[in-house]
């Protein structure tokens, strides 16, 4: 899929590693709409600090985007490198500086190698084309295995509204947002508090939704462009039905990256989803869901294909959140494990042993309080993920 106005480009420019992607751009032919959201972490990435004071304008036209580095908890030295590869960028595509908006992802607390970028600047901005998202996909990767990129389309007031996104994650990951980074470009034609409210609600849905280890990353961020090409009428407060169709679409994409992470959790060999029903309220019910699908034990349990349904009652027990345990039901895919607080025997271990086997798992702890429904979505811990992190900086 390709979406009018926008081009990109991807450089091996040796940022950490030698012959491998790390520097990435986008840009827009013109500046546009774009909104962002980003990290609640009190350390926040020099990158991080200029795009959130850059994009109170509600406007940009370029993102540059390297791998190897975070540059976060750098300083002053730091937000210098930031500024400077914002300054390359301008320069080079000849667009006020205000416009760029930078993104790091790698290894925090060493400097970013500046000099490098400014050495592949002209290569990278040759290479411009609306041909190379996928590629850009590839150059944010750091633990990942595989990029991630997602694409929707959908009729709004007769005109086809086209979506493209782009995420990277696989550990140090759980909101608020995670250890990701993802960037959105549509050809929508949309004002700035219809999009960043429709981004905003999407992102709690989605990308809030999601933990690999209970981490919340220095550098994590989401921007969405927004360039008009599709020239539909515009959405705006008077186009409440064309900008929930925005927004459903919008999520539905952010909900498939979101997905993507988590099965590319470092070292990860099963999809996990924690869905919490019969909750009083949604803060409630995620509340226990998060803390079920953030138990160590219960993920070890999930990577031995172990139906201990016992760790996931007393993850629940702390949650902090008040319930009957002597009404609550666990299901691990349409095996009923545990009826009123009791377990249902070896019969129902051994068919819930047989679920875990599966690569995508739904558990559903039913807890009779309320109404409320609310899915979180995790990975299982398995031998990988320490040997990963326990050696990441080398």
């Known amino acids: 899929m390709k979406i009018k106005g ?5 450089v091996a420019a040796g940022i950490r590693y030698a012959d491998r992607l790390d520097l990435g751009l986008i840009v827009s032919d013109t500046p546009v ?3 962002g959201a980003f990290t609640t972490n009190q350390v926040k990435a020099a990158p991080v600090v200029l795009d959130m004071e850059r994009l109170q304008q509600g406007k940009a036209q370029a993102i540059l985007v390297n791998s190897g580095c975070a540059n976060a908890c750098t300083g002053e030295a730091g937000m210098q490198a930031a500024m400077a590869t914002s300054q390359c960028v301008a320069q080079a595509l000849g ?3 205000s416009l760029v908006q930078v993104s790091s992802t790698g290894v925090i607390g060493e400097q970013l190698n500046v000099e490098a970028i400014q ?3 002209p290569q990278l901005v040759a290479g411009l084309s609306p041909d190379h998202f996928e590629l850009v996909a590839k150059a944010i990767m750091t633990t990942d295995t595989i990029p991630k990129t997602a694409y929707r389309t959908v009729l709004i007031a007769g005109k086809e509204i086209r979506f493209m996104g782009m995420a990277k994650g696989a550990g140090m990951i759980m909101p608020n947002m995670a250890t990701m980074l993802a960037f959105v470009l549509t050809d929508a034609k949309i004002h700035f508090p219809q999009l960043h409210e429709s981004l905003i609600r999407g992102v709690s849905s989605t990308f809030n939704r999601i933990t690999i280890d209970g981490d919340t990353s220095t550098n994590d961020m989401i921007l969405v462009m927004a360039n008009g090409t599709a ?3 515009l959405i705006d407060e008077n186009e409440t039905n064309d900008q929930q169709l925005f927004e459903m679409t919008l999520t539905d994409l952010l909900r498939d990256l979101a997905l993507q992470i988590v099965a590319d959790g470092e070292g990860a060999t099963k999809c996990i989803t924690i869905r919490v029903c019969g909750a009083r309220t949604v803060l409630e019910g995620e509340q226990i869901a998060r803390t079920v699908a953030n138990s160590n034990l219960v993920k070890t349990a999930f990577f031995g294909e172990d139906a201990n349904w016992g760790r996931i009652i007393a993850a629940m027990g702390r949650s ?7 009404r609550v039901n666990i299901s691990f895919g349409e095996v009923l494990i545990v009826h009123n607080g009791l377990g249902q025997g070896k019969e129902a271990e051994t068919a819930a042993t047989a679920v875990l086997k599966e690569k995508n798992i739904v558990v559903t702890i039913d807890l009779k309080d309320g109404a409320a429904t609310v899915e979180v979505y995790t990975c299982d811990f398995s031998l990988d993920y320490v040997k990963i992190n326990a050696d990441y900086r080398s």
């Open 6 to 10: 926008f081009s990109t480009s991807a």
């Open 33 to 35: 709409v774009t909104a």
């Open 95 to 97: 667009i006020a500086d």
């Open 119 to 121: 050495k592949a600047m």
């Open 231 to 233: 020239e539909n009428t």
């Open 320 to 326: 902090g959140i008040l319930f009957s345990p002597e």
